[in-house]
């Protein structure tokens, strides 16, 4: 009778262990991921930003190629009438 209770608390401490054991890792892989997903957030709002960016880049540089071509146009017609 004795040994069967001391099997029985022996089952009841391993599973008790292994219970907070496992609660104990699967509330630090739960962190873990959450400060990966954080910096996950953070690489993509970089990358929105960088895409904004090369964006209102390739609009100055039309912006100013139009432009040169306006003064190309200008000075042809200066000299023209010169």
Not at 26 to 36: G, H
Not at 41 to 60: G, P, S
């Amino acid at each position: 009778m004795e040994s069967i209770i001391v099997g029985a608390l022996a089952l009841i401490g391993t599973l008790a262990g292994t219970y907070f054991a496992n609660r104990r890792s699967a509330a630090l892989i739960a962190y873990r991921l959450e400060e990966l997903e954080k910096k996950v957030q953070k690489h993509n709002n970089l990358v929105e930003r960088t895409y904004r960016l090369e964006e209102q880049a390739a609009i100055q540089e039309e912006k100013l190629k139009v432009a040169n071509h306006r003064i190309d146009d200008l000075e042809q017609q200066v000299g023209k009438g010169a």
